[in-house]
């Protein structure tokens, strides 16, 4: 069968045959008098689109080769430090000395909303103290990330729609409370692109599941080559890190026919019915899977690593997906997303004590990845977000314990263009609510895709007959936290 329109819509020459599936007939020939009548109207108005080069395809070889941002960056990387579970605000980066005053005491009517009116005010168990030449306060908890706390910008006056785990880390990672959309890395690889096409362009390094599970870093609508790749870092062998990575059986040159052969069958049904992103994210991902079995193997094994900068990272698995984190940003890698433990480790309910515990696991592998990104010039062209899902109240839960807080809580950023040693923000007197220069997660998401240089408002896919974006129909970039 000749199918003229289909090769002109493909942009192949006119003297090109191509094979249509019965399922592509049906599918074409119901809009196809449609489509002459509006060419038709089109042309007449000058609005039809130049006719492609004749003999050249369309179809993109490599849907994860670079791609220009909207105009020029801040930073190239982001590393993502995900404190699953909840970090406490105002027993970290935003200390509040009135809560020793106001402590056992129901909190006043004039800062509260209805979800903030349960439980006693409870001073911070910790103390804070001013460090560095910005004078930031710094809970007593983070002893080695005070020493860096010029290079840090801490926004307090975050809040976010929903103070359950569930819809706030869907919010936090995805900008919207139910598991339909794309995640913050997924939309950075396809809006930009990755520089290391053997690797991933999306790290997710998590020793378990979080509640939730692979939906926090999935890719949604989006092509499945641009979803994130999660390797569980509870095992830091490179050998089992990321399984069945290489063949046993086959040598290189084997294999690199065989996936020659497959490729070339894949392209062969691609190119028969023009643009087909699922397909092109499933050729892409088969011939990234042939690499990583080399570079990946080398980037994840930490022997490699001189063993005076391990040791300033500290022990425990927090620290070698830090220490990992770096490796895969300094190899090109568009995102590394690291997760505090398994599960909600930072949910403390009962005892917020248990944040010395997290603090004290996570403290100096964090201090350790700003100064080694710092000492090898990564530091301005990579993005470091630290936080959780939402805070945890300013009120006692039981005895000694915080719950949920979604009204107002803090994260931190640090290089990738954000100011170092300043304050964004402010909640209340007690921590209750965010008062000044308030951040919703949508502002938040909107600021990081400015920092790499894309427009929150143009990176958008159409998908079920609408544009999608990553803010949905909102979002502000901080400009005061801009470098």
Same mark, same amino acid.
């Given at each position: 069968?000749?199918?003229?329109?289909?090769? *002109?819509?493909?942009?192949?020459?006119?003297? @090109?045959?191509?094979?249509?599936?019965?399922?592509?007939?049906?599918?074409?020939?119901?809009?196809?008098?449609?489509?002459?009548?509006?060419?038709?109207?089109?042309?007449?108005?000058?609005?039809?689109?130049?006719?492609?080069?004749?003999?050249?395809?369309?179809?993109?070889?490599?849907?994860?080769?670079?791609?220009?941002?909207?105009?020029?960056?801040?930073? /190239?990387?982001?590393?993502?430090?995900?404190?699953?579970?909840?970090?406490?605000?105002?027993?970290?980066?935003?200390?509040?000395?009135?809560?020793? /005053?106001? *402590?056992?005491?129901? =909190?006043?009517?004039?800062?509260?909303?209805?979800?903030?009116?349960?439980?006693?005010? #409870?001073?911070?168990?910790?103390?804070?103290?001013?460090?560095?030449?910005?004078?930031?306060?710094?809970?007593?908890?983070?002893?080695?990330?005070?020493?860096?706390?010029?290079?840090?910008?801490?926004?307090?006056?975050?809040?976010?729609?929903?103070?359950?785990?569930?819809?706030?880390?869907?919010?936090?990672?995805?900008?919207?409370?139910?598991?339909?959309?794309?995640?913050?890395?997924?939309?950075?690889?396809?809006?930009?692109?990755?520089?290391?096409?053997?690797?991933?362009?999306?790290?997710?390094?998590?020793?378990? /599941? =979080?509640?939730?599970?692979?939906?926090?870093?999935?890719?949604?609508?989006?092509?499945?080559?641009?979803?994130?790749?999660?390797?569980?870092?509870?095992?830091?062998?490179?050998?089992?890190?990321?399984?069945?990575?290489?063949?046993?059986?086959?040598?290189?040159?084997?294999?690199?026919?065989?996936?020659?052969?497959?490729?070339?069958?894949?392209?062969?049904?691609?190119?028969?019915?023009?643009?087909?992103?699922?397909?092109?994210?499933?050729?892409?991902?088969?011939? #990234?899977?042939?690499?990583?079995?080399?570079?990946?193997?080398?980037?994840?094994?930490?022997?490699?690593?001189?063993?005076?900068?391990?040791?300033?990272?500290?022990?425990?698995?927090?620290?070698? @997906?830090?220490?990992?984190?770096?490796?895969?940003?300094?190899?090109?890698?568009?995102?590394?997303?690291?997760?505090?433990?398994?599960?909600?480790?930072?949910?403390?309910?009962?005892?917020?004590?248990?944040?010395?515990?997290?603090?004290?696991?996570?403290?100096?592998?964090?201090?350790?990845?700003?100064?080694?990104?710092?000492?090898?010039?990564?530091?301005?062209?990579?993005?470091?977000?630290?936080?959780?899902?939402?805070?945890?109240?300013?009120?006692?839960?039981?005895?000694?314990?915080?719950?949920?807080?979604?009204?107002?809580?803090?994260?931190?950023?640090?290089?990738?263009?954000? /100011?170092?040693?300043?304050?964004?923000?402010?909640?209340?007197?007690?921590?209750?609510?965010?008062?000044?220069?308030?951040?919703?997660?949508?502002?938040?998401? @909107?600021?990081?895709?400015?920092?790499?240089?894309?427009?929150?408002?143009?990176?958008?896919?159409?998908?079920?007959?609408?544009?999608?974006?990553?803010?949905?129909?909102?979002?502000?970039?901080?400009?005061?936290?801009?470098?």
């Amino acid at each position: 069968m000749r199918t003229t329109g289909v090769r *002109a819509a493909a942009g192949w020459g006119d003297d @090109a045959i191509l094979p249509m599936s019965r399922r592509t007939l049906f599918s074409r020939i119901g809009g196809g008098f449609g489509a002459l009548g509006l060419g038709s109207v089109l042309a007449e108005a000058g609005l039809l689109a130049a006719t492609p080069t004749p003999g050249k395809s369309p179809i993109p070889t490599d849907p994860m080769a670079p791609r220009p941002p909207h105009f020029a960056p801040r930073a /190239k990387h982001v590393i993502f430090l995900f404190m699953n579970g909840g970090p406490s605000h105002v027993d970290t980066f935003d200390p509040k000395p009135a809560l020793q /005053k106001y *402590a056992g005491q129901t =909190p006043p009517a004039s800062i509260v909303t209805g979800r903030s009116q349960r439980g006693k005010l #409870m001073p911070s168990p910790f103390t804070a103290a001013p460090r560095g030449a910005s004078g930031i306060e710094v809970s007593e908890l983070f002893p080695h990330l005070a020493a860096h706390v010029d290079d840090l910008c801490v926004i307090r006056s975050l809040y976010t729609d929903n103070p359950n785990h569930e819809p706030s880390l869907l919010m936090m990672n995805s900008g919207n409370m139910q598991p339909i959309r794309p995640s913050l890395g997924s939309w950075l690889v396809f809006g930009l692109g990755t520089e290391n096409r053997n690797l991933p362009g999306f790290v997710v390094l998590c020793p378990g /599941k =979080p509640v939730v599970g692979p939906q926090l870093w999935s890719s949604s609508f989006l092509p499945g080559i641009y979803q994130g790749t999660h390797i569980r870092n509870d095992v830091l062998d490179p050998d089992r890190i990321i399984r069945d990575v290489a063949n046993r059986h086959l040598p290189r040159a084997v294999q690199r026919e065989q996936v020659d052969l497959i490729q070339a069958l894949n392209r062969e049904h691609l190119e028969s019915r023009g643009r087909d992103e699922a397909l092109e994210a499933r050729v892409a991902s088969l011939e #990234m899977a042939f690499r990583m079995q080399f570079e990946a193997r080398e980037a994840f094994d930490l022997a490699r690593e001189p063993s005076a900068n391990r040791a300033r990272y500290g022990e425990g698995e927090f620290a070698g @997906a830090c220490l990992i984190a770096r490796r895969l940003v300094e190899r090109g890698v568009r995102m590394v997303q690291v997760y505090y433990g398994n599960g909600q480790p930072w949910d403390d309910h009962t005892d917020i004590e248990n944040h010395r515990r997290h603090a004290g696991r996570s403290d100096l592998p964090i201090a350790a990845l700003i100064a080694d990104l710092k000492a090898r010039g990564l530091l301005d062209e990579t993005l470091i977000l630290w936080g959780g899902e939402f805070g945890r109240t300013p009120y006692s839960q039981g005895a000694k314990g915080r719950d949920h807080h979604s009204l107002g809580f803090s994260m931190w950023m640090a290089g990738g263009g954000v /100011k170092g040693g300043y304050v964004h923000g402010a909640t209340d007197e007690l921590g209750i609510q965010a008062v000044e220069d308030r951040m919703h997660v949508h502002d938040l998401h @909107a600021t990081i895709l400015h920092l790499m240089g894309l427009n929150h408002e143009r990176l958008t896919f159409r998908y079920s007959g609408r544009d999608f974006r990553l803010t949905d129909i909102s979002g502000r970039v901080a400009q005061e936290i801009l470098a």
